[in-house]
Each structure stands twice: as C-alpha cells, then as structure tokens.
C-alpha cells in the first residue's frame, strides 16, 4: 500500500509540477471530488445509499478543443470506503469528452480504465492445522473500467482555464471479484468536483 501510494504521489507530482505550462491553457489543472459508493446495477440508482465515502484527485492533459467539444485524457488517484465490504485505493485514467452548451454549461462524458486494490473492513479468518487464524491482510487487486456521465459548469465560458465545478454519475466494475462465484460487481460512485489551475 505505502508503495502504491509513493508512486501514485509520484505520477500526480509530475503531472502537475514537471509538464511545462500549455500555451493558452493556464498549466495542468487540479480535479478533486467527494463521492459516494455503492454496488449497484449500472444507471439504476440516482443517489448511492447509505454513504460510502470517498475522495479522488487528479489532473488532465487539454488535448483538442473546438467551439463545441472539449477532448481531454485524465489520471486519477483515489481512496474509497465501504463499511461492510472494503476499503480500496486506485489509479485510473480516462478519456473525457465535454460537450459545450451555453453559458458555461457543459454535458460531460468519460470512458476509463484503473487499477484498483481493495482491503477488508472487517478481520478474516481462516482454518490451518485444527485452528483458525486471522491473518494480515495483503488486499486484492482489481481491474477497474468506468463509464461517467454528468454536467458541469465553467464560471468563464471564454476562459478554458477557468475554474469548473462538476456533478458526475459513474457506474465502474470490480473485477475479478469473487472467481468462481461471482465473477464481477458493478458499483455506482456520484461525484460532486471542482476543477482549477492552482499555477494560473
């Protein structure tokens, strides 16, 4: 875990401190969001309940911009917490696509791919020479596709580095998840964000 986190500290540093300043674009921008989790089926659940907390940050590369879309790659870094199943942290990246309305409004759309590895909430068992023994927890590790959906809005529609805020409603999948019986889950996450140029 120390070393994932090290190395996910790593890529974030460079993305935001070591790329030189985009003409036009402001430098690398700052994406953090609260979510809330739960396992789901994909798009049928509005709102995630109870709360699983969790918190994503990140950043992305502006790649092409019309008067209508905005094409953007990210990578993310991110720590979830379901009370009854598992804590996990993750690295993702994802292709985002902004469709421009008016206003500063923006529908927003991203597909992604992450890596995600998970740690149980609750002490595990398991029976070795006549007794049980609880054992340290080594986690899981998880393949972590994603499909968001959402709105945005740009306090500065002429500004492409103007500050954003963001409502995002993903649907992800965990997989493999328990091999043998059931081979994935699908979880729903709803992100409440902010996006902004901290180096402007």
Same mark, same amino acid.
């Given at each position: 875990?120390?070393q994932f986190l090290f190395?996910?500290?790593? /890529?974030?540093?460079?993305?935001?401190?070591?790329?030189?300043?985009?003409?036009?674009?402001?430098?690398?921008?700052? !994406? &953090?969001?609260?979510?809330?989790?739960?396992?789901?089926?994909?798009?049928?659940?509005?709102?995630?309940?109870?709360?699983?907390?969790?918190?994503?940050?990140?950043?992305?590369?502006?790649?092409?911009?019309?008067n209508w879309i905005r094409?953007?790659?990210?990578?993310?870094?991110?720590?979830?917490? %379901? !009370? #009854?199943?598992?804590?996990?942290?993750?690295? +993702? $990246?994802?292709?985002? &696509?902004?469709?421009?309305? /008016?206003?500063?409004?923006?529908?927003?759309?991203?597909?992604?791919?992450?890596?995600?590895?998970?740690?149980?909430? !609750?002490? =595990?068992?398991?029976? =070795?020479?006549?007794?049980?023994?609880? +054992?340290?927890?080594?986690? +899981?590790?998880?393949?972590?596709?994603?499909?968001?959906?959402?709105?945005?809005?740009?306090? +500065?529609?002429?500004?492409?580095?103007?500050?954003?805020?963001?409502?995002?409603?993903? $649907?992800?999948?965990?997989?493999p998840y328990s091999p043998?019986?059931?081979?994935? *889950?699908?979880? $729903?996450? *709803? %992100?409440?964000?902010? =996006?902004?140029?901290?180096? #402007?």
């Amino acid at each position: 875990m120390k070393q994932f986190l090290f190395i996910s500290g790593l /890529v974030l540093s460079g993305a935001l401190l070591g790329i030189p300043r985009l003409s036009g674009q402001g430098g690398m921008p700052l !994406r &953090v969001s609260l979510f809330s989790e739960s396992t789901s089926i994909p798009f049928t659940q509005v709102l995630p309940r109870p709360l699983h907390p969790g918190i994503q940050v990140g950043t992305k590369f502006p790649w092409k911009e019309t008067n209508w879309i905005r094409l953007y790659p990210t990578i993310n870094v991110g720590y979830l917490f %379901h !009370r #009854k199943l598992f804590q996990g942290i993750y690295i +993702n $990246t994802e292709l985002g &696509v902004d469709l421009k309305l /008016v206003a500063g409004l923006n529908l927003k759309t991203a597909l992604g791919v992450g890596y995600l590895h998970t740690f149980t909430t !609750r002490r =595990e068992f398991q029976f =070795e020479n006549g007794a049980y023994r609880s +054992n340290p927890d080594q986690g +899981n590790s998880r393949l972590m596709p994603s499909l968001s959906l959402g709105v945005g809005y740009r306090f +500065n529609s002429d500004d492409s580095a103007a500050t954003e805020i963001f409502f995002l409603h993903q $649907t992800w999948l965990e997989y493999p998840y328990s091999p043998g019986f059931i081979p994935l *889950m699908s979880h $729903t996450s *709803m %992100h409440l964000g902010i =996006e902004f140029y901290p180096f #402007k």
